[in-house]
């Protein structure tokens, strides 16, 4: 099961799944991108079901899964790929609900999917992957409401990880930088509206096949972290002992000039 099927990187895993005989349930709020790849998927020889809804929907939540369970009678991976990003400076944020729905659909539409699977993954001893970011690992400016809900996210599944310690269950945490999708085009800003990315990041994004590669790899390595570049591997101890030069390094990277 991927949410966040319809578009980049949920909708590149679900190909490369169906490539492997996987059947996939794909979930997104747009019904003809979902049923697009649901095509492109029964194409490649694998079965397909569109469940289309707003992860943040509870209810929906639920009952994607029931579908799911009832289509094909098992769930041995989940994949929370569903996202939206932001491109806001604190304090030109005009509209505080940018907040609100950043955290409930990256953040707590994570929880509700995990809620209603995790029975069905525990009796397969199955996976869950969490696409999170680099901004889940360290503050980036201009992102404070989407760096808030991957530290959520990041904080959530090492703790669910923990209690799961004893299970044949993997959790992984994917956390991507630049990927090229069209998660640019999605993007919110200051007031809550689709604004279109006009920043200045200096970093080229990864091509999409790369990342693909990289999380296939940790899906079948069953890995419990993936932190997409070089760069933000060494950052994270960088972070411990000099935490200042990687707020610049972190400012630099989305042309944030500061005020
Ligand atoms: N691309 C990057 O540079 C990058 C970097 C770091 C982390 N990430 C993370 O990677 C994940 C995938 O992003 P992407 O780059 O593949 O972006 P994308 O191409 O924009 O895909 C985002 C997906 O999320 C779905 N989605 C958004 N809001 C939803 C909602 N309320 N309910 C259900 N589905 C929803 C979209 O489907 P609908 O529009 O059909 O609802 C779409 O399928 C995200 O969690 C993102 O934060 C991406």
Redesign the pocket.
Known sequence: MI??????????LALEFARRGIHVAL????ID??ESVAARVRELGAGALVL??????RDFAESAVQKTIEAFGALDLLV??????MWARFDEVKELDLFERIM???YL?AVYFTYFALPYLRTRGGDIVA?????GITGVPTRTG?AAS?HALQGFFDSLRVELRETPMNILV?????????????ILGGDGQKAGYQGRATEA??P?EE?IRQILEAIEGRKRELVMTGRARFGRFLRLIAPALVDRIAAKAVGDPGR
């Open positions: 949410t966040g099927a319809s578009s980049g990187i949920g909708e590149a979930v997104g709020r747009r991108a979902l289309p809804g707003d992860v943040a929907d929370l790929s569903a996202g939206i990003s409930k659909v990256n539409g696409i999170s970011s680099h901004t989407y991957k994917v956390s991507p930088g630049f990927v090229d999708t069209p998660i640019r085009e999605n994004p990864m999409l990342a």
